[in-house]
């Protein structure tokens, strides 16, 4: 909802200015990614693909991939 319908200039504004509202998109946003993520992770561990999840997860965005333990 936030990000379709709020500029990222708005937001910051909003944060900078320290308006409630600002406070409650980035709640929303925030709460929003959580769910995909754990519906992405739900879905990878039925599968039995929680490593390859793990793996592009974290090569997305850059980040080094940890060690992972096989069951």
Not at 12 to 17: A, R, T, V, W
């Amino acid at each position: 909802y936030t990000c379709k319908n709020y500029s990222r200039s708005y937001l910051h504004h909003l944060d900078k200015c320290n308006e409630i509202l600002g406070a409650r998109l980035n709640t929303i946003h925030n709460l929003r990614y959580y769910q995909i993520v754990m519906q992405g992770l739900r879905d990878a561990i039925e599968q039995g693909q929680l490593d390859e999840f793990v793996t592009e997860f974290y090569q997305q965005k850059d980040m080094p991939v940890p060690a992972l333990e096989s069951a």
